[in-house]
Structures are given as structure tokens and as C-alpha cells.
């Protein structure tokens, strides 16, 4: 159950880049409409691949940047920046020239490749015998350095934990950023992952056969794959006193994190879905709250066999019973890695706020352990609470609980 002495930790601001928007709201309105952002991939070569359609998104302008200093940025920065800036901009935290009001400001981040297309230009400079400019992509590639650029264009420091846990980082971001509230250690922190298309990660998941040649279908009896996608989300986490003491409006709280690790094999998880529920009913326990408080599940559904099939029981066994409706927002935005939990939370929180659901999309033939949880196209209901869950390789499990203001 809750502690009655650990802080509550609300939600003052969020942001989030992805295939379907450059902000939250445009990526909300295209979600709910049931739109998907599967498009043929030219950020990167995919020539040589089996599948070459992703979900891809279009950069945000950043105008204030020269052109010198635009072509520093990796892809990854400029994913990152803007979401960044809305979500602090909706928590009151920049001031009239766009700069953090917070001098200092703790930050806990997900991410899994980086700004990896810097180092493969660095790895093609070495192949190719090009020696200018090769320390600057060196350098550029590390997680460090779009840590650095958002303390600079932001102009605030502060530690920086980076949770490289693959798929389930985004939720583990911002479940460490909870605890470290929650146990008084911070008062205020930034919060979320980011992911941007490179060459090593679409074509090693291509290699392994994991990308869905057509659309990607969670939960369908005839899933044959993932989509790829790229973006970032943020969140702005805060004590309910900080938060209360300087006037700022509050959009949702975590009032729950669970995770837990599979012990059995590297990329595949449990087939009975059991540690998934473990992570499930740990969340729900801090939450102080019964599956039946929960309105909408936002799923890892990866539209892989092992993947959706496990996570389909699981979900079944905790919320048999109940009105809970379920989908996978992947089929539409694509698989983002580092970034999908994150980005998964904000929608968590913009359909708690709007009773707007997600609708599963691509449907054929659902998984039948779950079919009559998933969401139809125009759904809307009144929401106490909901659930985000994400897996990781390596048997990670995360899920937050986000409910009410």
C-alpha cells in the first residue's frame, strides 16, 4: 500500500517528438483517430534490408540554431531538445527567453542508442580515410553529449542518471525518478528516453527477422513482427509541496512502479507472463489500488509472437473481471526502444485527462485471451487510473500506475 509518509509525486509537465507529431497533442490527435505512421525509411540506407518501411519522424524545426551549430546536433538531439522544451514549458519552468527558471535540475534518462548515427559517420570516416571532423563525431555519439545539450540550450546542470535497461528504460526512467522523490531525495526532476532511427539498430533487427514486413499487429493471432520507430518524451516530475509552493498545475500523478526481471531467457520473456504480472500487482500494491481502479492499459505489444502472447495472459489473469480496455500503441508509432516508455506514459496521461482511448489498430484476428479488452475505434470513458507496461531484452518489466490529479 502507499506510504502515508512518502511524498506524492505529481506530473507538472510533459513533452513528447514522435512519428505521428511534433508535440504531445498533435501526436494524441493522430493516435485517437486511429492513424499509423508506417512509411517507407530515408533517414537512413536500408537498400540492403528485408523490411524497409518504419515509423519515421519529421525533425522539428530548430531555427535558433545556425546552420553550423544545427549539423553538430545528432538526430537524437533534435528529438530530444523540443520535447524537452514543451515539457517544461507546460510545468512553468522556462522563462521568456526559453531558459530554465531552476538553475539546477536532476534529470533521469533512457536510451539505448544514443546518437548512434554520429559514431557510424565516425566508423565511415575511419573506413574511408577522412581524419577532419572525426574526434567531433566521436564525441558527439556518447549519451553524455545530448546531456549536454539540453543543459546548454536550457542553460540549468545537474546530475544525470542514464537507464540504458533496452525497451523497458523509458519506464524505469521515470520510476527512478519516483523513488528518488519519493525517499526525499529530489524535489523536481526531468524525466523520460529518446531514440532516434540509426543504421545498427534497424538492420540488426532486421537481421534477426523481428520487423514485420506489412503493418504490425499487437495482439492478433497473425502478428509476424515489429514496427521501428524513433522519438522522445519527458516528463517533469515533482513533490506535491514543491509543486504546490510554486503554483503549478498538476496533470497526473505516478502513484505506482513496479519492475522486475525474467530469469529465464535473453530476449524472450516468460511464456505465462508471470513476472510481467509481478511488476503489475508491485505497482498496483505502491499504488494502494485493486485492478478494478484501472480504466485503460497502454501495452508493450510488441506485435511479436513470444512477446504479445505472454504479456496476453498476464494481463487476462490481473484483470479478469474488470472494465479495464486494453492496446498497444506501437502498431501506430512504431517500436521507439529507449523512448517507449516515456512516450507510452504521456499518452497514459493524456488519455486519464481526456477519457479518450487509443484504439488497437490492425486487428485481424485478436489473440483470444485478450479480445475482449481491446479497444475499438471511438471509444472515451471516465478514467481513475491506468497502466503503462513495458518489456525489456534481458527480462526487464516495468509498469507505473498514473492516475488522477
Not at 508506417?38 to 524497409?52: K, L, M, Q, S
Not at 519516483?178 to 539498430?201: H, K, N, P, S
Amino acid at each position: 500500500m502507499r506510504s502515508t509518509s512518502a511524498p506524492k509525486v505529481v506530473v507538472t509537465g510533459y513533452g513528447c517528438v514522435t512519428a505521428l507529431g511534433q508535440d504531445a497533442s498533435s501526436t494524441w490527435s493522430s493516435l485517437v483517430e486511429g492513424r499509423s505512421a508506417r512509411a517507407p525509411i530515408t533517414a537512413i540506407p536500408v537498400d540492403g534490408c528485408r523490411v524497409r518501411e518504419g515509423a519515421q519522424a519529421t525533425l522539428p524545426d530548430l531555427s535558433d540554431y545556425s546552420i553550423k551549430s544545427l549539423a553538430r546536433l545528432s538526430r537524437a538531439d533534435r528529438l530530444v531538445l523540443p520535447a524537452i522544451g514543451e515539457a517544461l514549458a507546460m510545468a512553468g519552468l522556462l522563462d521568456k527567453n526559453g531558459k530554465s527558471v531552476l538553475p539546477f535540475l536532476e534529470s533521469s534518462i533512457s536510451t539505448t542508442a544514443c546518437g548512434m548515427e554520429k559514431g557510424e559517420k565516425f566508423l565511415e570516416s575511419v573506413w574511408e580515410g577522412r581524419k577532419p571532423g572525426r574526434r567531433s563525431l566521436l564525441a558527439h555519439y556518447q549519451a553524455q553529449q545530448q546531456i549536454g545539450q539540453l543543459h546548454k540550450r536550457f542553460g540549468f546542470s545537474g546530475p544525470s542518471t542514464i537507464i540504458a535497461n533496452a525497451c523497458a528504460g523509458g519506464s524505469n526512467a521515470i520510476g527512478h525518478a519516483f523513488d528518488l522523490i519519493r525517499c526525499g531525495m529530489a524535489d523536481v526532476i526531468l524525466a523520460g528516453g529518446y531514440d532516434a532511427l540509426c543504421e545498427l539498430v534497424y538492420c540488426g533487427f532486421d537481421a534477426l527477422l523481428t520487423l514485420a514486413p506489412e503493418a504490425c499487429r499487437p495482439f492478433d493471432k497473425g502478428r509476424n513482427g515489429l514496427m521501428l520507430g524513433e522519438g522522445a518524451a519527458f516528463l517533469v516530475l515533482e513533490s506535491e509541496t514543491h509543486a504546490r509552493n510554486r503554483g503549478a498545475g498538476t496533470k497526473g500523478i505516478i502513484a505506482g512502479y513496479g519492475h522486475t526481471t525474467d530469469t529465464g531467457h535473453l530476449t524472450q520473456p516468460n511464456q505465462q507472463g508471470i513476472p510481467i504480472e509481478k511488476a503489475m500487482r508491485q505497482a498496483l500494491n505502491q499504488a494502494g489500488m485493486g485492478p478494478s481502479t484501472i480504466g485503460y492499459v497502454n501495452a508493450h505489444g510488441t506485435g511479436t509472437p513470444f512477446n504479445d502472447g505472454a504479456e496476453a495472459k498476464a494481463i487476462s489473469r490481473l484483470f479478469s473481471g474488470t472494465s479495464a480496455r486494453l492496446s498497444s500503441t506501437k502498431a501506430a508509432l512504431g517500436h521507439t526502444l529507449g523512448a517507449a516508455g516515456s512516450i507510452e506514459a504521456v499518452i497514459g496521461l493524456l488519455a486519464l485527462n481526456t477519457g479518450y482511448l487509443p484504439p488497437q489498430i490492425n486487428l485481424l484476428d485478436p489473440e483470444p485471451d485478450v479480445q475482449d479488452f481491446l479497444v475499438a475505434s471511438g471509444e472515451n470513458t471516465k478514467l481513475d487510473a491506468v497502466i503503462s507496461i513495458n518489456l525489456g531484452f534481458g527480462g526487464s518489466n516495468a509498469a507505473l500506475v498514473i492516475a488522477q490529479k
